[in-house]
């Protein structure tokens, strides 16, 4: 089993430019997460899905849109780009009634 | 203030020593307490979970949690050099409200 993918890994943008993250589980989890991580600043919640067809803003949603597509895949989409938005970019699964999330690699994004 | 605080580091050990990793928090509301591993451009994968206070024991590494103090630790005995990564603290109110500390970058050297 391949856990949670993510892609692309690498992504470099112009500023005002669009593009959307990707991510699929293949474990059956009913949750989905976006994270993303900054020096200094953690990993912060962007947007969750507690199951197909529902999401959640988290701690820093602006600028950011998702889509539950079905329960396998969530995606995140940038509409428009601004350097603020450089970071890595963490997709979580969590099976229902469990704490634990499963992480994918990691997105890393950098908008000039 | 946030709600997790955990020094960023970096600490640096030899291999063989005890390493103490901790987190102070401030929301008593917390009762789920992890600890995550993350090596250098990798995912987080999961490493230590304990609900509400009390230690737990998985081979080297003990958790500890203290809810009086609001202070949770892990501990990692006779250290390696492939522990080396950034140790984040993690803590849930209730489903799906996670928070995490910035997280410790250990070194364990040869």
């Known amino acids: 089993n391949a856990g949670v993918t993510q892609t692309p890994k690498f992504q470099v943008l112009k500023t005002g430019q669009s593009m959307t993250l990707q991510c699929a589980q293949d474990m059956n989890h009913n949750s989905m997460y976006w994270y993303r991580q900054d020096p200094g600043m953690g990993l912060r919640l962007i947007y969750y899905s507690a199951s197909e067809g529902t999401t959640d803003k988290g701690e820093v949603p602006n600028g950011y849109n998702v889509s539950r597509l079905n329960k396998r895949e969530f995606s995140l989409r940038l509409e428009s780009a601004a350097p603020s938005q450089t970071s890595v970019y963490f997709c979580?699964?969590?099976?229902?009634?469990?704490?634990?999330?499963?992480f994918g690699a990691g997105s890393r994004l950098t908008v000039l | 203030q946030k709600e997790v605080e955990q020094d960023p580091g970096p600490l640096s050990v030899p291999e063989g020593a005890i390493v103490s990793l901790n987190c102070t928090y401030s929301n008593s509301a917390f009762q789920y307490f992890m600890w995550y591993r993350q090596y250098s451009r990798k995912g987080p994968e999961l490493l230590m979970y304990?609900?509400?206070?009390g230690n737990k024991e998985d081979g080297r590494f003990t958790a500890q949690v203290d809810k009086s103090s609001k202070y949770i630790s892990l501990f990692i005995r006779d250290s390696q050099p492939s522990d080396s990564a950034t140790y984040l603290c993690?803590?849930?109110?209730?489903?799906?409200?996670?928070?995490f500390g910035t997280g410790t970058r250990l070194l364990v050297s040869p």
């Open positions: 304990t609900y509400s206070s």
């Open positions: 979580a699964s969590q099976v229902s009634g469990a704490n634990v999330l499963t």
């Open positions: 993690a803590m849930e109110e209730s489903f799906q409200k996670l928070v």
